[in-house]
C-alpha cells in the first residue's frame, strides 16, 4: 500500500485499519501538519491504548544540524540522534530523509499530572479537563541529571512556582566551579545568564527544580545536577496550565509496550547508565516483561524476534511488532463455554504450541479427559496452533489446575485472559 503524504508529513498507512482508527489518525495528521507549535499536546488515547502522535518524515538541508532540527520540531538532542543512527547529528547529507520521532507509547504509569520517565528524557502533563472538554496528554522533551545526579524515583508534586525566579547556587556547585576557574556567586538574579529561565516548579521540599534553560543546546542530554530542564518556549507553554499541587511521578521505563487499535507496539531508549545491567546488556527480558504486562496475547517467535531487535536498537521509535486479526472470537464460538461468563471475566491456559495441526491433536489426546466444564480447543493467530484449556472463572482455579496438571501429566502450561483469546481461530487442517 502506497502511504499518503501531507507535505513533508509522512503517515504510515496501514492494513486492516478500523474504521475509527482511521479517523483518528487523519485528525492527527492534520493537527501535526497545521498545528507545528502546538504538536506537543495530543487527544488522550482511550482505555487499553497507549500511543499518541504520528511519525513524520522531513529532509534535511545543507543549513541544519540534527540538534537545530530537534529544536525545531519540539525534540530531544539523544532522541532525533538515536531515530537516526545513520545520519551525522553535525552534518546531515542535503535532501537526507530524517525520522521525526514524534509519536509516544504513552508510559505504564496513572495518567494524571505529571510523569517524568528519566531514561527517555521526556515530560508526560495529563491536564484535569473541563466538563465537556477532550482530555488530552502533553509532552516536551526534557534535560535531567547526569550520571548520579537523578531525581529519586516515586511521587513528588509541584509545591511552589516561581516567575523570573533567582537561582541560589547551591555550596556543592559553587565548589565545582570554584576548582573549574569559573566562580558563581551565591545568588545569580533573573536574565540571561541565569540557568533557571523564566520559569521554575519546585518538587516537594527538595532543591529539585523543573524549569527553563539559556542552554537550548543541552535539552534532551544528562547534563543537568538533578533538575529537569525544558525548552524555554515549553516551560512557558507549561507553567501556566499546571497548579500547585499537581503530583509528579518520577519513573525508569526505558522499555515500552502499548496498543493502538489492533496493533501493538515497543519502544525502546538506552537506559540509565547506572542501572546494574548497562550497559552490555541486551535489555531483552526486561522489553519481554513490558510485551507480556502490556499484550496478555500469544505470540510466535518472529514477534518475539523483533521484539529482541527494537530492544537491542533503542531508537526510541514506536515498533509494530503484531496486528492481531479480526473475525470470530474464540470464546464466542466454543460450543461448551459457560453461559454466565464473558471474554473479559475468562481465564484459560495454553498447554502447548505447534506447528503442525497434527502434533497438537496427538498432544490434546495426551491431556486425557478433563472436567466437564473445561475444554481443549486448538486454536490459531495465524502461524501456530496452539492448545488452550477452559474457561475458568478465577485466575487461582486457573493456576491450581495447571500445577496439577503439570505435577500429573508432566506438561507446561501458561496463564492466558479470556481477551487475549480475541481474534485467534480454531486450527485448520493446514496453517
Not at 544528562?222 to 516551560?235: A, E, F, N, Q, T
Not at 464466542?332 to 505447534?354: M, S
Not at 501456530?384 to 491450581?400: D, H, M, Q, S, W
Request: with cysteine; aromatic share 8%.
Amino acid at each position: 500500500m502506497s502511504k499518503p503524504y501531507k507535505g513533508n508529513t509522512l503517515i504510515r498507512a496501514t492494513p486492516k485499519m478500523r474504521q475509527n482508527k482511521l479517523v483518528r489518525i487523519s485528525l492527527m495528521a492534520i493537527f501535526f501538519y497545521f498545528n507545528q507549535s502546538v504538536a506537543a499536546t495530543f487527544p488522550l488515547p482511550p482505555v487499553g491504548e497507549h500511543i499518541v502522535g504520528e511519525l513524520q518524515s522531513v529532509q534535511a538541508s545543507r543549513d541544519e544540524t540534527l540538534l537545530d532540527m530537534a529544536l525545531r520540531y519540539d525534540l530531544g538532542h539523544e532522541e532525533i540522534v538515536a531515530a537516526n543512527p545513520d545520519i551525522d547529528r553535525w552534518l546531515p547529507r542535503n535532501g537526507a530523509w530524517v525520522t521525526l520521532p514524534t509519536q509516544f507509547i504513552l508510559p505504564d504509569a496513572p495518567r494524571k499530572g505529571i510523569v517524568i520517565n528519566l531514561p527517555e528524557m521526556r515530560l508526560y502533563y495529563y491536564p484535569e479537563p473541563k466538563p465537556g472538554e477532550q482530555a488530552v496528554v502533553i509532552t516536551h522533551p526534557i534535560s535531567i541529571g547526569s550520571e548520579g545526579r537523578n531525581l529519586p524515583m516515586g511521587l513528588s508534586q509541584i509545591s511552589e512556582k516561581r516567575i523570573k525566579p533567582s537561582w541560589r547556587v547551591p555550596k556543592s556547585i559553587r565548589a565545582e566551579h570554584e576548582k573549574e576557574g569559573d566562580p558563581l556567586p551565591a545568588v545569580v538574579p533573573p536574565g540571561p545568564d541565569n540557568p533557571l529561565g523564566e520559569f521554575s516548579m519546585r518538587l516537594g521540599s527538595s532543591s529539585y527544580l523543573i524549569h527553563g534553560t539559556n542552554r537550548t543546546f543541552s535539552i534532551g542530554m544528562r547534563v543537568s545536577h538533578g533538575c529537569i530542564r525544558l525548552y524555554p518556549d515549553d516551560i512557558a507553554s507549561l507553567f501556566p496550565q499546571v497548579p500547585s499541587g499537581t503530583a509528579v511521578n518520577i519513573i525508569n521505563q526505558p522499555f515500552k509496550a502499548g496498543w493502538l487499535a489492533d496493533e501493538l507496539y515497543v519502544e525502546a531508549h538506552a537506559p540509565l547508565r547506572e542501572d546494574k545491567f548497562a550497559p552490555n546488556s541486551s535489555h531483552s527480558t526486561e522489553m519481554v516483561s513490558a510485551v507480556i504486562k502490556a499484550s496478555h496475547v500469544v505470540m510466535d517467535e518472529m514477534t518475539w524476534e523483533m521484539t529482541r531487535l527494537a530492544a537491542e536498537q533503542r531508537q526510541g521509535v514506536p515498533t509494530k511488532i503484531l496486528a492481531t486479526t479480526h473475525g470470530e472470537s474464540l470464546l464466542r464460538t466454543t460450543a461448551n463455554q459457560r453461559p454466565d461468563l464473558i471474554p473479559g471475566d475468562t481465564w484459560w491456559l495454553q498447554a502447548g504450541a505447534f506447528q503442525q495441526v497434527d502434533n497438537a491433536k496427538f498432544s490434546t489426546l495426551q491431556l486425557g479427559q478433563l472436567p466437564p466444564q473445561l475444554n481443549a480447543n486448538l486454536v490459531s493467530n495465524g502461524r501456530l496452533c496452539r492448545i488452550v484449556i477452559g474457561p475458568f472463572a478465577e485466575r487461582n482455579e486457573a493456576l491450581k489446575f495447571g500445577k496439577d496438571m503439570q505435577s500429573d501429566k508432566e506438561t507446561n502450561s501458561f496463564l492466558l485472559h479470556g481477551s487475549s483469546l480475541n481474534g485467534y481461530r480454531f486450527c485448520q487442517s493446514e496453517l
